[in-house]
C-alpha cells in the first residue's frame, strides 16, 4: 500500500509537507504523480519530480491519496475524477486541501457526506474522506496520522500536536 500525492502546476506544497513527513518518518511509501509523469512547478516555485504518471498506479494499491491545493484546472479531467473514486470505493482515505476539496467535488464524492463544502466547519474528518480549508494544514497532517495509526501512541500523539500545533519547546 502507497500514499499518493496528485502533483500538478502550481499545487501548493506547503499544505502538504507536514502529512508527507509524518508519513516518511512511519515509513510509509509515498509516490508523487502528475498526469503525465513529467515534473511541474508548484505554487512556491519548487520543481518537484513525479515519481510516475497517475495512470501507472493501480487504486487498489492506494492507501491515501493526498490532493493540494492550487489551480486545478490542469486536474480537471475524467482521468483523475475516476482515480479519486476509485480509491474511495476501495474504501481507503483521500484527503483535499484548499482546491483540492473542489476536486474532490468534481469527483463526485463528497455528495451525501460532510466536507468542508458542506458544513462550515475548516476540517472534516469522514469515515474515508478527509477535507480541509488551506490554513489547516497541521490539522489535516494529524487527522491524516490517527485514521492512519501513524501514533505510537496517545502520549506520541499529545507529542505532535504540543510541538506542530500548539508551537510548544519540546
Known sequence: MKTVVLLYETCCIYEIVITNYFLQCTGH???FATIDGA???A???F???ATCALKEIDPDEVELLLIPGGDISSIANEEVYSFIRSVVDNKHLV???CNGVDELDNAGILKGIESTHSVNEPLVVGEYVITARANMYVDMAIAIGKKMKLFVD???LQE???FWKL???M
Do not use: L, R
Request: aromatic share 0%; proline share 4%; glycine share 4%.
Open 29 to 31: 511509501e509515498i509516490v
Open 39 to 41: 515534473p511541474v512547478k
Open 43 to 45: 505554487q512556491e516555485q
Open 47 to 49: 520543481s518537484m519530480n
Open 95 to 97: 484527503a483535499g486541501i
Open 154 to 156: 496517545e502520549a506520541d
Open 160 to 162: 505532535t500536536i504540543d
Open 167 to 169: 508551537h510548544k519547546t
